[in-house]
C-alpha cells in the first residue's frame, strides 16, 4: 500500500465551530474549503491542480494507459467474432428497415438484481450504440440508472470471457458436452441425488420453467439461489407480518408523507426508476402549485434518498428498529415519547403527528438492509394509518422461488463439505468472491467432483471451476424476465455473439439432455406452449415491439396482518452500537454495485455521491468518529471484526452515523479485468452471515499509513459564489420571488456584447435544470459518456484534475458537519449568450451558431486553454492525451461510438454540446415534413436519461414549450447572473417542505 507524503490532519474542531457561527445561507462543498486547507488554497491558486500542466511519470502513464478503459485490454472485438457457417455475401438490394445514417431502436429489457427494466437500444447500422428507458415500461417510465446506461460497454468489453475453458485452458463446447454427459450419467442412476443448481434471483418464467423441469428429471437434485445484495429481509418481514411473502406495491404518486426507515428507495429499491420519477412529481412547485411532499429520513450513511429527505436523522443502522418499534406503539395508542426528551424522541413525536393527520396518503417503507422485523413494523404502520389499498398494495413476489438465500446458500456449503455434492452447475454469480466470509466457499467448493461455471468474465469463481462457459450479454441473447411488479418483458437481441458464448437457458438444455435447441427457440416454445395468446404469432411480434408483454402485472393481493393488537417480537441477533462502541455497515457501492461492474469503466470513473471517490473504495466515517480517533481523508486503517481484519483507508463524510462505518462492497476485485482489478478493497473478507448488514463490535485501528484516493470533491471548485439557491415552501408562499432578493442581475444592454446578435429566427435552445428534483443520481453523467464518446482517463488522471466527463453533480452541503442539508446540482455547459470563453480564443475555436448554441469546432482548436482559464463555470475539458483513442489501442470499442458524434484528438478542448447532433436530426427531419421542431422533439442525453425529468430542454423562443415556461418561474435563476454572461442553462431553486413541529423544537 503505497504511502505519500501525509497531508496535515484537518482540525475538526475548528470547523464545526466555524459551521456552528455560520450567518445566514453558507454553503460548502468539502471540509477542506471549510478548513480552508494548504491543499485547498493551493489549487485555488491555480485553473488546474498541481501537475495539471506537466506530465510527472513514466510508471503512472503506463498504468493511467492500462486503466483508461476497457478499449485497451485485448484486441479488437471483430478480430474474435464468431463467424457464421453459412457463406455470406453483400446485400444487393437494401433491407427495407435499414437506412445509412439513421439509427434503428429496438425494446428490450435488461435484468439487475433479478427484476427487469425496460429498455428501448439504439442501432446503427446491426450494432447497438446507446440504451434507453422504454417509456411504455412500468419499470422504467423512459429513464434508467447509470447501471443500464453503462450496460452497452459491458458488450464490448474485451475482457468479457470469449469461449469454453476447461482447468483455464481454452477449449471446445463438444468436449464440454462430452464430460457433462459422464456426469450426469452418474447422476441418472442417483435421481440427482449429488447434483446441485446454484443461481442468483431468477424472476425469468421460462428459465424457472426448465429447472423445474430439471428437477422433475432429477428429483433429488436441488435448486439453490444467493446473491449477495438480495431481499431476505423483506420477504422474511413479510412472512413476520402475513403468514407469506409478498411484496409491498408503493404508489408514490398519492402520497403527502413519507417514513423512509433506512431505506434508498430512489436508487437501490429495484422499483427504484418508478419511485423517484412518482416521488420527483409530488416535489415540483410553480407559481401555480405550491404542494409538496414531505420526505422523512432515518439512515445511518448518506444516501441519495437522504440528500432529498425534508428531514433526516442519522441514526445507527442497528439503532432503527428501536426508532421503529417506539413510533408503531405511538401510532397505535400507546405511551406518548416525552416531547422535551433527546432528538430521537421529539422526531418520533413529531413524525407520528404528522403521519396521523395524513391517514391513507402516507408510506412508511423500510430498507432492504433491515432486519425483518423493521419490515414487519412498516407493515404494521402502513396498515395502522389507512394507507394499504391507498398508498401500498401487495401482489405476490416476481421471483421464481423467494426462498432466504442465506440459509439456501448454507445449505449447499454444508452438503459441499460433507461431500454429498458430485455435481455443482453455477448459472452467472460469482460466490467464491462475495460469498460471506464465515462460509469459505471456496474450500467447500475444491471438495465437488466436476464444477461447471457459467459467467460473462473468468472471475475469481470460474479459476475454482473445472468448466467454464463464457455467458452471453444480454443484448446479444434471447430470454424473458419480469420486473417487480410482475411485468413481464421478452429479452431480444440486438446482435449476434460477438464471441462463442451460450446462455442459462441453453446450459440448462443440454442438462436436459434436449437437443441443441438455440435460446430464442426455447423462449419461444415456452411462451407457445402457455397458450396466453389466441393468435400467438401477431401478440409475439407486438410484445417485442412494445417490449412488454401487456396485461402481466402481478395481480393486487389482499393480505391479513398476524399481529394484530401487538408488535412483533425483537430481533433475536445483536442489535445496533451502543455508547462508543462502533458498528459496521455493509452497502453496495453506487458504481459497481456488489462488484459486478467492476470492470466498466464508465462506472468505475463516475464520482460518488458525497465523497465523489472515483476507481476506489474507502471507509465512511462521520465527523466527531474522526475527530475523537484523529482520522484524516486517507489514513490507513486496520478494521477488526470477529476475528477478521482488512486494512484500507478512510473518508471523512459529513452526515454519517457517529459510530457507524460504512464498508462498501464491490472492490478490491482480483479477477474482474484489466479494468476492476486491483481497484479498492475487498470489504466482503469481513462480512458474514449473521452480519450479511450490520453489527457492533468493529474494532478500528490507525496503522500510521496514508492510500492516495482520487476524489473530485475539489475539482472545478468555483470558490466564494452563489451557485445555488434554497429556501423552504413556507418562504416560497409568502414570497414567490424570495431567491431573487439579493441578486445583482446587471440588465441585458450593460454589456459590450450585441445584445440582439441571437435573436434567431429559428430556435434558441435552452435548458433548465430543476433542483428540486435532482436526485444527484449521475445517470444523466453517464448517459453523457455513452451519448458523445466520452473517453475514460483512470485513477491518476482524475487525481491530476483531467477527467473528461462533460457534466458534473456538484453537492453542496449547509449546516453542520454531522447532519448538513444537500443539495445535487448538475453543471453542464452554461451556453452562454455573452461567453466569454469565446474573447480569448485565438483562432475562433469557439464561437456562437445563429440559434445561440455555443459550439467548440475541434478542427481549430490548438489547445492554448485560454477558453478554460476564461469560463467561470469551469465546463470545458481538455484532451491532454487522446484518451481512449491513442495509437489506436481502442478498437475493440469502435462499434460502440455513436457515428454522428465526432471523435476528438489529444491537444483539443470539448464541452457539452447540447447533444447538437439530435438537434440536426429533428431539424431535418422537420424540414423534410415542411414545419417547425416541436416542444419535445429533441431531447438531450441527459434529459432523456434523468429519471426525476429535473433536466428539461427545449426552444426558449417558443412561448409555449415547456422550457420557456420554466425560465418564466419565479424560482428560476442563472448560475452566477451577475456575471452577465446570461447563460441558456438555468436552474429552479430547491425547496424543502420541513414539518414545523421540528423546526420549532430545532
Known sequence: MKTPAASAPLDLAAIRARLAGARGQEYWRSLDEVAQTKEFQEMLQREFPANASEWTDDVSRRNFLKLMGASLALAGVTSCTRQPIQKIVPYVQQPEEIVLGKPLFFATAMPFNGFATGLLVRSNEGHPTKIEGNPEHPASLGATSVFQQAAILNLYDPDRSQAVLEAGEVSTWGLFLGALNGGLEEQRAKRGAGLRILTETITSPTLAAQLQALLKKFPAAKWHQYQPVNRDNAHDGARMAFGEVVEAQHDFDKVKVILSLDSDFLFAHPEGLRYTRQFTNGRRVSH??????????????????????????????????????????????????????????????????????????????????????????????????????????????????????????????????????????????????????????????????????LSAYQDETSAYCHWHIAESNFLE?????????????????????????????????????????????????????????????PSWRKALHDGLIAGSALPSRAVQLKMAGGLPPASAGPVGAQGERLEVCFRPDPAVWDGRFANNGWLQETSKPFSKITWDSAAQVSVPLAERLQLANG??????????????????????????????????????????????????????????????????????????????????????????????????????????????????????????????????WGMVIDLNTCIGCNACVVACQSENNIPVVGKSEVARGRDMLWIRIDQYFRGGAENPKVTNQPVPCMHCENAPCELVCPVEATLHDHEGLNLQVYNRCVGTRYCSNNCPYKVRRFNFFAYGYADGKAASLKPMRNPDVTVRWRGVMEKCTYCLQRISAARIESKKQGRRIRDGEVVTACAQACPAEAIIFGDTSDAGSRVAKLKAEPLNFGMLGELNTRPRTTYLAKLLNPNPDLEAQA
Do not use: C
Not at 500 to 522: C, F, K, N, W
Open 288 to 453: 401555480d402549485r405550491t404542494e409538496m411532499n414531505r420526505l422523512y429520513q432515518v439512515e445511518s450513511s448518506p444516501t441519495i434518498t437522504g440528500s432529498m429527505a425534508d428531514h433526516r436523522l442519522p441514526l445507527n443502522a442497528g439503532a432503527v428498529e428501536g426508532f421503529a418499534r417506539t413510533l408503531a406503539q405511538q401510532l397505535g395508542g400507546g405511551a406518548q415519547a416525552q416531547a422535551g426528551g433527546d432528538v430521537q424522541a421529539r422526531w418520533i413525536s413529531a413524525v407520528a403527528r404528522d403521519l396521523q393527520r395524513n391517514r391513507g396518503a402516507s408510506i412508511v417503507i423500510a430498507g432492504e438492509q433491515q432486519p425483518p422485523v423493521v419490515h414487519a413494523l412498516a407493515h404494521q404502520m402502513n396498515d395502522q394509518l389507512g394507507n394499504v389499498g391507498k398508498t401500498v398494495g401487495y401482489t405476490a413476489s416476481a421471483e421464481a422461488q423467494p426462498v432466504n438465500q442465506i440459509q439456501s446458500l448454507r445449505e449447499l456449503v454444508r452438503e459441499m463439505d460433507s461431500g454429498a455434492v458430485d455435481m455443482l452447475v453455477m448459472l452467472g454469480g460469482n460466490p467464491v468472491y462475495n460469498a460471506p466470509a464465515d462460509f469459505q466457499f471456496a474450500e467447500r467448493l475444491a471438495k465437488v467432483k466436476l464444477r461447471i461455471h
Open 635 to 764: 489514513d490507513v486503517v486496520q478494521l477488526r471484526f470477529r476475528g477478521r481484519t482488512l486494512r484500507m483507508p478512510v473518508w471523512i463524510t459529513p452526515g454519517q452515523a457517529e459510530n457507524s462505518i460504512l464498508l462498501p462492497l464491490g472492490y478490491g476485485r482480483t479477477r474482474a479485468g484489466h479494468v476492476g482489478n486491483d481497484t479498492g478493497f475487498d470489504t466482503y473478507l469481513l462480512r458474514e452471515s449473521e452480519a450479511l448488514w450490520f453489527a457492533p463490535g468493529l474494532e478500528i485501528s490507525k496503522t500510521g499509513e496514508q492510500y492516495k484516493l482520487a476524489s473530485t470533491q475539489q475539482s472545478h471548485n468555483v470558490q466564494g459564489r452563489g451557485l445555488v439557491r434554497d429556501g423552504t415552501l413556507a418562504q416560497f408562499r409568502a414570497n414567490p420571488e424570495f431567491i431573487h432578493a439579493n441578486e445583482e442581475a446587471p440588465k441585458p444592454n450593460n454589456t459590450l456584447y450585441n445584445p440582439g446578435e441571437y435573436k434567431s429566427p429559428d430556435y434558441a
Open 477 to 537: 441473447a434471447w430470454s424473458d424476465v419480469r420486473a417487480f411488479d410482475g411485468t413481464t418483458s421478452i429479452i431480444q437481441p440486438l446482435i449476434a455473439p460477438l464471441y462463442d458464448t451460450r446462455t442459462a437457458h441453453e446450459l440448462i438444455d443440454v442438462l436436459m439432455q434436449q437437443p441443441g435447441r438455440s435460446s430464442y427457440d426455447i423462449v419461444r416454445d415456452y411462451w407457445l406452449a402457455r397458450k396466453v395468446w389466441p393468435d400467438f404469432e
